[in-house]
Each structure stands twice: as structure tokens, then as C-alpha cells.
């Protein structure tokens, strides 16, 4: 069983940062594949970004590549998501994610946050 709580979400003008952080319980953390996935108001849950349980492989979904970054360390059971450069569009409720393989997809994944909401303000 894995835990996991998200925090850092908040309200931040267009062109602004924010970092989540996603902090897992368990000592099988370091195992597991981590993702980050968002869900704006009336649309589905979409991809955003993903990490292997070692940190040496990481994927984006295609139109947030050189703005969002993930990262993780394992030593303090928490998955990181720095977003920069923050666009209105980017409103959503970001949610993490934990899974046995580096996916891009919601199934892959057995675990999942309850969610912290990022709104970006024009």
C-alpha cells in the first residue's frame, strides 16, 4: 500500500511557478514508477509527466515539455512537479500517481492522490 498526499497547488498569475510536492507513504516508495496527471473542470484526467522509481527516466506529455519538470527523492518519500512559465490553460486539479512502469497512460497507475488545485490567473 502506498499513500500518497499532494501539496503546493495554489493561486499564481499568469507567466508564474509553482513546485508540487507529493509526498508518499510506505518504504516501497523507491520502487514504485511515479506520475503526475491534471483534470480541468469538465475535460477527463490527462498525462502531465512521469518518473521512473530511479529517477534516470523521465516523460512529458509533448506540449508541456521545457516548461513542467518532474523529479523525485527517494530518500524523502516525495515526487517533485516544477512548473514554470504557468498559463491560464493550465488550471486544473494535479493529482500523483504511483505505478510499477513509467507510463503515460491513467491505468498503469494503482495509486493516486486526492489532488491539489492549481489555478492560474490572466
Known amino acids: 500500500q502506498v499513500q500518497l498526499v499532494e501539496s503546493g497547488g495554489g493561486l499564481v498569475q499568469d507567466g508564474g511557478s509553482l513546485r508540487l510536492s507529493c509526498a508518499a507513504s510506505?518504504?516501497?516508495?523507491?520502487?514504485?514508477?511515479m506520475g503526475w496527471f491534471r483534470q480541468a473542470p469538465g475535460k477527463e484526467r490527462e498525462f502531465v509527466a512521469a518518473?521512473?522509481?530511479?529517477?534516470?527516466?523521465?516523460i512529458y506529455a509533448d506540449p508541456l515539455k521545457g516548461r513542467f519538470t518532474i523529479s523525485r527523492d527517494n530518500s524523502k518519500n516525495t515526487v517533485y512537479l516544477q512548473m514554470n512559465s504557468l498559463k491560464p490553460e493550465d488550471t486544473a486539479v494535479y493529482y500523483c500517481?504511483?505505478?510499477?512502469?513509467?507510463?503515460?497512460?491513467?491505468?498503469?497507475?494503482?495509486?493516486w492522490g486526492q489532488g491539489t488545485q492549481v489555478t492560474v490567473s490572466s
Open positions: 518518473i521512473s522509481w530511479s529517477g534516470d527516466s523521465t
Open positions: 500517481a504511483a505505478g510499477r512502469a513509467t507510463k503515460n497512460n491513467t491505468p498503469a497507475y494503482r495509486y
Open positions: 510506505g518504504r516501497t516508495f523507491s520502487s514504485y514508477a
